[in-house]
């Protein structure tokens, strides 16, 4: 059972304009959630995090917003650049238990 | 730190034959993880351990699969016997804590013919 959904596996944006991922989750006991950006041949890298106590958190260019009440996380990069293309996994937290969606790739494009 | 250190990177076997995964964590990490990579469901934890202790193995497909951690600085992975459909990308992560960020090793891509 997939608790962390990621339902777009790929995502094609132009350099400059907004990329916007999207994630869903279903265990309301979640209390922490992370992006991972993940390049061909190596391991996922951290991104960027959120508390379930938080509505939002931003980091240069890259914001997640986190709906609770709608289950429901994403993640703005603004403006989005060629080197951002790689696949982005969504991983939420109960402190005891760890999911990963399956991953969205993102293509920008030049 | 060089990071979290995986070996081998790539393994071919065939079906039937023991595969040992290996994994060195950052020093310091008191947490280690076990995942595996498929297109189908992402990234699927296996196991995790917390000084060196097994917390939780929900995530072990089945009986062939093991993990041990003699120690802080090394874990092993172990399937016997393999099957085709073992093939996957297996990746070890480390971290401080639960919530702390995960640093990942390049993983290693596992062929069972």
């Known amino acids: 059972d997939q608790q962390v959904k990621q339902n777009s596996p790929s995502l094609s944006v132009q350099e400059g304009r907004i990329s916007i991922l999207n994630c869903d989750y279903t265990n309301s006991m979640f209390d922490y959630f992370l992006w991972y950006k993940k390049y061909p041949a190596e391991g996922p890298t951290f991104l960027i995090s959120?508390?379930?106590?938080?509505d939002k958190n931003e980091d240069g260019r890259f914001t997640v917003f986190l709906n609770k009440s709608a289950k429901h996380l994403s993640l703005h990069i603004v403006p989005s650049q060629p080197g951002d293309s790689a696949v982005y996994f969504c991983?939420?937290?109960?402190?005891?238990?760890?999911?990963f969606g399956t991953g969205t790739s993102l293509t920008v494009i030049p | 730190d060089a990071g979290v250190i995986q070996s081998p990177r790539h393994e071919v076997t065939e079906m039937g034959q023991e595969v040992t995964l290996r994994c060195k964590p950052i020093s310091g990490h008191d947490y280690l993880f076990w995942y595996r990579q498929t297109m189908m469901r992402g990234l699927e934890l296996l196991i995790y351990?917390?000084?060196?202790?097994?917390?939780?193995d929900s995530g072990m497909p089945e009986d062939r699969f093991s993990a041990k951690m003699p120690n802080a600085s090394f874990s092993t992975l172990k399937i016997q016997p393999s099957e085709p459909r073992d093939s996957a990308v297996y990746f070890c992560?480390?971290?401080?804590?639960?919530?702390?960020?995960?640093?990942f090793g390049p993983g290693t891509r596992l062929t069972v013919l």
């Open positions: 991983a939420a937290t109960t402190g005891n238990q760890f999911y």
């Open positions: 959120i508390s379930s106590i938080k």
């Open positions: 992560a480390s971290s401080q804590g639960t919530t702390d960020t995960q640093y």
């Open positions: 351990f917390n000084n060196n202790v097994p917390i939780d």
